[in-house]
């Protein structure tokens, strides 16, 4: 079970299992997180360079970038979740609660992947 770290920052103790079990998003949970991807890669396109305010831009993009790049991780962590949840499991002999991998209306998420994180044309947006 999970244990609080005393510190200025909330953290927790965490197994390997619960961590990884922690990192599985549904399928649902990654299709909204594509979503948000799309519209923030949508509203970065659609930014307009003004010689009047360059910063302001220049702001804005970097904080688009920023989001695009946070959920596109988080993602990347879920998919590399489950391959090391299964090697996991495999290494100390247990199977894995099919619930776990299924989301609320029974879909598998197992290899439901949005980009390839080694394609440079998914990764900058």
């Known amino acids: 079970m999970p244990t609080i770290i005393p510190s200025p920052f909330?953290?927790?103790?965490?197994?390997?299992?619960?961590?990884?079990?922690?990192?599985?998003?549904?399928f649902n949970q990654k299709c909204v997180i594509q979503n948000?991807?799309?519209?923030?890669?949508?509203?970065k396109i659609e930014l307009t360079y003004t010689h009047k305010s360059p910063e302001e831009y220049w702001q804005r993009e970097a904080e688009l970038q920023g989001q695009i790049l946070i959920l596109t991780h988080l993602l990347e962590c879920a998919d590399r979740a489950v391959a090391d949840l299964d090697a996991y499991l495999q290494a100390t002999g247990t199977q894995r609660d099919m619930s776990q991998i299924t989301g609320a209306s029974g879909s598998p998420f197992d290899g439901a992947h949005f980009g390839d994180p080694s394609d440079s044309s998914d990764s900058q947006i």
């Open 10 to 26: 909330c953290s927790y103790e965490l197994s390997e299992r619960e961590s990884l079990e922690g990192q599985i998003l549904s």
């Open 36 to 43: 948000h991807i799309a519209n923030l890669a949508k509203e």
